[in-house]
Each structure stands twice: as C-alpha cells, then as structure tokens.
C-alpha cells in the first residue's frame, strides 16, 4: 500500500495461492480454430524471446462463444456461465492484432465481476498485459460516495508492476485534486510524505526566505497567493552513486496573471502541477526499487494569482543565475519557477538531469495530447529514451533545439524575454529559454507534458496521467547499473 492518504490503490493483484477463475484473452482467429496459438515472442525485458506455449479454449466456453456471436474483436467481453449457472470464465477479445492496443488489458478491470482471475492467453505479453489490466483499474473516487469492484487478476511476479502502477496512480491523484486541496502547501505536504516513507531528506524555502536564498522568479510568480510560494527539494540515495536530478514544474494553479486566462483555458489548470507530479511518482519507483543512485528532486510550487503584489507585463527581474528577464506575458511562468531551480540543480551539475513540466500550447499543437515531447543535445541520451520509450510503450517524441530560434527570445531591456512575439516555434523557444539556465550539466532533458488524458482509453481514465516516466524509470535504472 502507498502511504498517501489521498491516494486510493486498490488491490489489483490476487494473493499468492488464491483461487482464480479463468478469463481466456484470444484473437478472432484464435477463436475460429478454437486453439490459443503459440505467440512468438514477449516484449516483457525488451528483447524478444520466442515462447512455445499454446492451449486448448475449453469447449463448453467455445460452445457459449460461438451461440452467441461473439467475434472476440478488441475489447470485446464476454462472461460464460458453469454448470450451475453460476458465472465460470469469461472471454475477452483481442482483436487481431494485439500489439495495436497493448494495454487492451485495462477494459478488463472495469468488466470483471468481483472475485479473483487469471488470464489464459498466448496472443499477449503477460507481464504488459497485467500492467495494463492494473492501470485501467484506475479511478479518482476520493469525491464520491459509490464503492468500486473488488477485481483481482493472478499475476507471477508483481512487484515491479505494482510498483509503476504506485507512481502513476500518485502522479494522477496529484493532478486530479483540485487546487483548494492540492496548492503549494498541500504539494508540499504530499512530497514529505514521499520523502519520509522512503528515508529521504525534505526541506523546504519558503516566501520571503526565497529572496534571502536567491531564487527570486520562484518568488515572483508564486509571490500574489495566500499560499506562500517555495522550492521543495528531496535528496535520497548515496553520494559517489550517479546522480539523477529531477525538476518538476509546481504550478499549483495559473490564472495567467495579470495577463489573465480565458474560463475555458483556466479550467484545467488544476493540471499545471503535472511536472511536479510526474516527477515525484518517477522519484517514486526510483527509491521503491533501491536503485544506486544520488537522487534530488526539486519542485517550484507556487500559484499564479492575481492581487495587489503580483507581477506585471513589462517588469524586469534579476534570475538566480545573474540572467535578467523581461515579464511579456505573466501567462508564461512555468519557465520561470524552471529557470531557477535549474540554475540551482546546475551549481553541482548531475549526471543526468531531467525537467518535466506543462509549459506550452505549442508542444500540444505539434504532438497533440498523448505523446510527450521531449529536447536534448545529449545525442546518446535520447537514443536511450526512444528505445525506452519502443519497449515499454511509453510514447515520447524529439523535437529539436533548434539555436536558430534562440534570437527570437532576447529582448530589448533585458538579457532575454519570458515570451517572444510573433507565436512561432512556441514549444522551442521555451525550451531554449531553460537551456539557457543549463550550461554546466552535459546530460539533460526537458519534457513538455499535457499530464491529463482527454478522452477514455483502456489503460487512462479522462483526468491526470502519467507521461513518460515509466520509460524514463528504464532509463534511470540502467545509469545506475553502470
């Protein structure tokens, strides 16, 4: 169980020993010849390995299956009853070709009836099947009074699933709370809550302290809500181990500012945060799985309000870094509250540092909602992140650092401006303003996540999500074995 009492994880997995009934996952193929056939190989530890398992559907369930028009297309479910009319298995419908929905597993957990399950199939791989199976059982209930199914699928080895499903469903809760119960004191209090089950080191700078500290954009930003802004900081693991920094863009909730959002793009902004939340439920796996490794989180919390103190259009304002930076827009503030906890991370440069964040429109614009885009001029780096990215179907894009574009981000009063005119290259231009901030550190990447899921998919509820951060976890784990 994770120790986050906002935090709702249900018991996905059956206990050793239990006594499951079986679901037969098959191909329309499969069903026609009433024969699971052999699949050829298993995406379970990335290399493809040859399986030679095949079985017999069970004739009574073939039987009912095939009375009753069942075409076992993608999704498709269907319980068969025993002998005493009772339910006795199900079957579930792979389409035919399983590898276009690898996480087609997740329909199950919200169709199951209660009880324990085990999944007769040769068409998947089980190990990415059972974790798509857990990540679809899913739900935000902590507003609602209805109960939820008690549906438990008999998986072999389930720690390391279980311990990616603790961090997406951590970094999905984070981003589905509303902000009167997830603000910058809230966040903070999730973080020590993180750090102190795993024996990290929390500390926090608060408020005016943050000047006394020298991260004045932190300040800046977060400077107009009740909720004090701060730059929390978590450090786990031991020195001489690689050192893995993970920054995580706290925005709370963004007005815009003074430059103030429309009611339809304030909506969501309770998301704005999904930086910080992703970051804190990849720090998650991280220490759940004792990787040797120096680790420092480092999450900017603050609310982008509007009163008498906020920020203005025009204002120019001195970064941790020395660099000045013109205010044109108080709706571009996320680069902000980045810029200086990456100048901070910088100062003692990691061996691989990774920024996540909900920075830009644009990044939507090129990518749309569901695939990450990501920016390095580490070369070897995002190799390893695209082929992390093809073995645990955790889809995550390049887009380039283009320093053709890093003119447009000057400004005329300052050293450089928080948002360029014209709209053109938006995504990129915000990347090279954060570059700016990283000089020391060879090995760094920035995503610009969306940290929300639009429309319903088998393995993601509509709501926060999790983007990325299970590859990422991949590609954490194999510096640390170096």
Request: charged content about 25%; glycine content about 10%.
């Given at each position: 169980?994770?120790?986050?009492?906002?935090?709702?994880?249900?018991?996905?997995?059956?206990?050793?020993?239990?006594?499951?009934?079986?679901?037969?996952?098959?191909?329309?193929?499969?069903?026609?010849?009433?024969?699971?056939?052999?699949?050829?190989?298993?995406?379970?530890?990335g290399?493809?390995?040859?399986?030679?398992?095949?079985?017999?559907?069970?004739?009574?369930?073939?039987?009912?299956?095939?009375?009753?028009?069942?075409?076992?297309?993608?999704?498709?479910?269907?319980?068969?009853?025993?002998?005493?009319?009772?339910?006795?298995?199900?079957?579930?419908?792979?389409?035919?070709?399983?590898?276009?929905?690898?996480?087609?597993?997740?329909?199950?957990?919200?169709?199951?009836?209660?009880?324990?399950?085990?999944?007769?199939?040769?068409?998947?791989?089980?190990?990415?099947?059972?974790?798509?199976?857990?990540?679809?059982?899913?739900?935000?209930?902590?507003?609602?009074?209805?109960?939820?199914?008690?549906?438990r699928?008999?998986?072999?080895?389930?720690?390391?699933?279980?311990?990616?499903?603790?961090?997406?469903?951590?970094?999905?809760?984070?981003?589905?709370?509303?902000?009167?119960?997830?603000?910058?004191?809230?966040?903070?209090?999730?973080?020590?809550?993180?750090?102190?089950?795993?024996?990290?080191?929390?500390?926090?700078?608060?408020?005016?302290?943050?000047?006394?500290?020298?991260?004045?954009?932190?300040?800046?930003?977060?400077?107009?809500?009740?909720?004090?802004?701060?730059?929390?900081?978590?450090?786990?693991?031991?020195?001489?181990?690689?050192?893995?920094?993970?920054?995580?863009?706290?925005?709370?909730?963004?007005?815009?500012?003074?430059?103030?959002?429309?009611?339809?793009?304030?909506a969501?902004?309770?998301?704005?945060?999904?930086g910080?939340?992703?970051?804190?439920?990849?720090?998650?796996?991280?220490?759940?799985?004792?990787?040797?490794?120096?680790?420092?989180?480092?999450?900017?919390?603050?609310?982008?309000?509007?009163?008498?103190?906020?920020?203005?259009p025009?204002?120019?304002?001195?970064?941790?870094?020395?660099?000045?930076?013109?205010?044109?827009?108080?709706?571009?503030?996320?680069?902000?509250?980045?810029?200086?906890?990456?100048?901070?991370?910088d100062?003692?440069?990691?061996?691989?540092?990774?920024?996540?964040?909900?920075?830009?429109?644009?990044?939507?614009?090129?990518l749309?909602?569901?695939?990450?885009?990501?920016?390095?001029?580490?070369?070897?780096?995002?190799?390893?992140?695209?082929?992390?990215?093809?073995?645990?179907?955790?889809?995550?894009?390049?887009?380039?650092?283009w320093?053709?574009?890093?003119?447009?981000?000057?400004?005329?009063?300052?050293?450089?401006?928080?948002?360029?005119?014209?709209?053109?290259?938006?995504?990129?231009?915000?990347?090279?303003?954060?570059?700016?901030?990283?000089?020391?550190?060879?090995?760094?990447?920035?995503?610009?996540?969306?940290?929300?899921?639009?429309?319903?998919k088998?393995?993601?509820?509509?709501?926060?999500?999790?983007?990325?951060?299970?590859?990422l976890?991949?590609?954490?784990?194999?510096?640390?074995?170096?």
């Amino acid at each position: 169980m994770t120790p986050f009492q906002y935090i709702e994880r249900p018991a996905v997995f059956s206990a050793k020993g239990a006594a499951t009934k079986p679901v037969y996952a098959v191909t329309p193929a499969e069903l026609d010849e009433g024969r699971i056939k052999s699949f050829p190989f298993t995406l379970e530890e990335g290399a493809p390995k040859f399986i030679p398992k095949a079985g017999i559907l069970d004739s009574k369930a073939l039987a009912w299956a095939k009375a009753s028009g069942f075409k076992a297309e993608a999704g498709a479910f269907l319980l068969v009853p025993d002998e005493n009319g009772d339910v006795g298995s199900a079957i579930f419908g792979l389409g035919s070709d399983p590898l276009e929905a690898p996480f087609i597993g997740g329909k199950l957990s919200k169709l199951l009836p209660s009880g324990d399950w085990r999944i007769e199939a040769a068409s998947v791989a089980p190990k990415q099947f059972a974790l798509g199976y857990g990540l679809g059982s899913y739900s935000f209930t902590r507003y609602k009074s209805e109960g939820s199914k008690d549906v438990r699928l008999s998986v072999d080895d389930a720690a390391d699933i279980e311990r990616q499903l603790a961090a997406v469903f951590l970094a999905r809760d984070l981003v589905n709370t509303p902000t009167n119960e997830m603000g910058p004191i809230e966040l903070e209090t999730a973080f020590r809550a993180l750090g102190d089950y795993y024996g990290a080191t929390v500390t926090s700078i608060v408020g005016e302290d943050l000047l006394e500290e020298n991260f004045p954009l932190i300040h800046t930003v977060g400077r107009a809500s009740v909720s004090p802004p701060r730059l929390l900081e978590l450090r786990w693991g031991e020195q001489g181990h690689p050192r893995v920094t993970l920054v995580g863009k706290g925005v709370c909730f963004d007005t815009g500012g003074l430059d103030i959002k429309g009611a339809a793009n304030m909506a969501l902004m309770k998301k704005d945060m999904g930086g910080a939340a992703n970051v804190m439920g990849l720090a998650l796996m991280v220490m759940d799985a004792g990787l040797k490794v120096d680790l420092q989180v480092l999450v900017p919390a603050v609310e982008n309000s509007i009163s008498g103190n906020a920020f203005r259009p025009g204002d120019i304002y001195r970064s941790r870094k020395g660099i000045t930076v013109q205010i044109d827009n108080t709706d571009a503030e996320g680069r902000l509250v980045l810029a200086d906890a990456l100048a901070y991370a910088d100062e003692n440069p990691p061996d691989l540092m990774i920024d996540m964040s909900t920075l830009t429109g644009a990044a939507r614009v090129a990518l749309g909602t569901e695939l990450a885009p990501y920016f390095t001029d580490d070369e070897a780096l995002s190799a390893k992140l695209a082929e992390a990215a093809k073995t645990e179907a955790d889809p995550m894009w390049r887009l380039p650092l283009w320093m053709g574009y890093d003119k447009d981000i000057r400004a005329r009063a300052a050293d450089i401006t928080n948002s360029p005119s014209g709209g053109m290259a938006g995504a990129i231009t915000a990347a090279l303003f954060l570059k700016r901030f990283v000089t020391a550190t060879k090995s760094w990447a920035h995503f610009d996540i969306y940290a929300w899921v639009l429309a319903d998919k088998p393995h993601a509820p509509v709501g926060g999500e999790a983007f990325a951060i299970r590859a990422l976890y991949r590609v954490v784990r194999d510096v640390a074995a170096k």
